[in-house]
């Protein structure tokens, strides 16, 4: 990974940054107690949850996820993608560790939005694979965006991370954000029948790595 320069975009200035903090609590959950934080942009309307666990510090290479809300997979148990079971896998490992944090983007679908995202399963039900129903849809494969992210990690003070990722280019969208991410960390999950298309395209036209496959 490339060095960051120490005087990065957020310095250590935190009024500098964008979002702020609404309110912080304890969670305590199936997979151990947690923090969770709620941020707010200032600059637009959206919203982000952080969980968290142990002390947050600025130089510490802290494990670190950050994760797109999926509905589908995190509230229902879709076994249409590895969302719901990358979600929980983070928070087993974070709770083993005793530190870490998960940014939880609440961007649907790679940032589609709910409804797009259901047209594009319902396309995927006819035979496209998720990027090609997304396209056919006109939206790009991936929608999101890292710089909020990035900022949600400065506010909790954390400037490295240990990122949890199968995806090269969240790690190069992080740095570019002035976060350092000292290393990827590899969030696996067995791929079941239904889930095995959506990964196959995942790793052959979004670039994904899989050790396993
Ligand atoms: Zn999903």
Known sequence: MKEQPTTG???CADESLSVERVAVATLPTEWGEFRIAGYRSLVSDEEF???FKGEMRRDTPTLVRIHS???TG???GSTKCDCGAQLHQTMQMIEREGRGA????QQ???GIGLMA???AYELQDQGRDTVQANEELGFKADHRGFQLPAEILAALKLKAVRLLSNNPDKVAALEAAGIKVTERVPCEVEPNAES???LNTKKEKLGHLFSKR
Request: contains cysteine; neutral net charge; proline residues 0%.
């Open 49 to 51: 949850v952080a969980l």
């Open 196 to 198: 095995e298309r959506y």
């Open 102 to 105: 998960i940014v939880y983007q």
């Open 74 to 76: 995190d509230v229902f």
């Open 9 to 11: 975009v957020y310095s």
């Open 108 to 110: 649907e679908g790679r």
């Open 69 to 71: 809300q999926c509905l």
């Open 117 to 119: 995202k259901l047209q």
